[in-house]
């Protein structure tokens, strides 16, 4: 039984070799045994990312008499979480652009200063005035 989703995307007609895809994707399921999920990628005729969930259904005494399989197709899911993370990468690169350059900056100070005596090497560079001499 196959509802009119996977029948659009396993089409015999219209995608040469859906079948055997199909029939591949139940041979793996079959082979893992236990209930699980998984996600595979078909590229043709468009690259589409299906999520497979099965249950595997026992009869008396445990005995394997089928299973349901469950197909979802979340390739546009994917896409948005790989757009979003594009962005964000791209956004941290973009704001750690001037943190680099104040980081630079600092480190070129404190080394000048370092260079003339008044840098962390020399002991009376915390020195503040007492209040009465102002």
Known sequence: MMNPAARRIFDRESIPGAEVKLRMILEDVK??????????VLMKPERLILENSVTHLEG????????????????DAKKQERARSEFLSFVAHKLNEPLDA?????????????????????????????RNSR
């Open 31 to 40: 082979a893992i045994g236990g209930d699980c999920t998984q996600n595979i």
């Open 102 to 130: 104040l980081r630079k900056q600092a480190a070129d100070l404190v080394r000048d200063a370092t260079v003339r005596g008044r840098g962390p090497q020399n002991p009376g560079r915390d020195r503040v005035l007492p």
């Open 60 to 75: 008396t005494g445990g005995r394997p008499v089928g299973l349901i399989l469950v197909m979802r197709n979340i390739t």
